[in-house]
């Protein structure tokens, strides 16, 4: 197809699949005449996760290129990738974490049996989301800690487990790149509207423990 | 105490602290001589609060000036307030979400029983995955929604009644601004480190039962 056709059937405007061609988001179409070129269905579907990234995921043009650069490897296996994907996508630290904060992200990891690779980004996330809440001396979290963990374990569990059942290797690095953005968005949108929910079932038994009908 | 010992002890530098004061993000202190002021442990706390928001949550200014004037707020019931803190959380979106996908979004929560604001945001959050989803035809994630509602279901319900626990109204709010941001963090956090840690346990099962020991 031509880039008009392929830009109706992504809803991507046609100077934007211009931008990603330029940025190495999207391999060159098959030239076809000055100026032409030839697009298939694996451009479509390589510019709707491009743009599944990009829109919903909130990644960088930047990491989406290390992303699609990742996905067109041949040979890697399922962790190397769930690596490259989770330092892309991850927010950008600006600074290193304080120590003694890394030190009990490690220790609480290692507490809960996970193997994990020590230089993971995901450790520093932990590490600055553990000092600010004992700076805040939020205690009522960091007693909850198990509780994030357990629940975080079965999501990934399940996520690991519908990635493993997929045939063959396309299809799971696809799963494993739109797994761990797209998922990450649902989970959270999930979370608030549970959040909304749980709130008003909460206290309304709470008013009905207090004031019995009579 | 001064602000130069607001600063030494929130490790946020004077020239920041008085950007927050010009922004609105922090009281003024009171006035104890010309340019000089004083400054208190309600002020440490709630610097500690910006800093948290703003650097560990990525909230930006504007926002985190939104969840600090409800802080301000008397009277707020808890509903209003996770209300006030998620919109002004939320990623900034840049257009509608989708009609159809809206809808779909709608359509799964109320199929929950979920009881949620049928003008927040989280509704559009959940509709643009679920449209990318759609387009991707990863019906893999669609089928594991359930999954998803599930566990975020059950964090929700540990948050609220971790927040409920609280016996008075200020920690009952700081709670629910510190919970909703840090905890995504730390729930985001936890998740990718579990998902090595899946990956690694799940591959050696699978090899182990396709390579029986003999």
Chains 1, 2 share one sequence.
Do not use: C
Request: aromatic share 4%; no cysteine.
């Amino acid at each position: 197809m031509r880039i008009g056709e392929l830009s109706r059937r992504s809803g991507v405007a046609v100077p934007t699949i211009k931008y990603y061609l330029r940025e190495g988001l999207l391999a060159p179409g098959a030239p076809t005449a000055a100026n032409q070129a030839d697009y298939d269905e694996e451009h479509l579907r390589r510019l709707r996760l491009v743009r599944a990234l990009v829109d919903v995921g909130g990644v960088s043009v930047a990491a989406t290129r290390e992303v699609v650069e990742a996905l067109s490897g041949t040979g890697l296996d399922l962790i190397t990738l769930f690596g490259i994907v989770h330092e892309a996508v991850m927010p950008r630290r600006r600074t290193e974490a304080d120590t003694a904060a890394r030190a009990r992200a490690e220790e609480f990891v290692a507490g809960r049996g996970w193997h994990v690779h020590p230089e993971s980004s995901s450790l520093d996330l932990l590490a600055d989301a553990l000092a600010a809440l004992e700076a805040l001396e939020v205690t009522t979290m960091l007693d909850n800690l198990d509780t994030y963990a357990t629940l975080a374990q079965e999501l990934a569990a399940a996520e690991v487990g519908s990635v493993l059942g997929k045939p063959d290797d396309a299809q799971r690095l696809e799963l494993v790149v739109l797994g761990t953005v797209l998922g990450e968005r649902l989970f959270s949108a999930l979370r608030l509207l549970a959040h909304q929910h749980e709130s008003a079932v909460q206290l309304a038994q709470g008013r009905r423990a207090t004031n019995p009908v009579s």
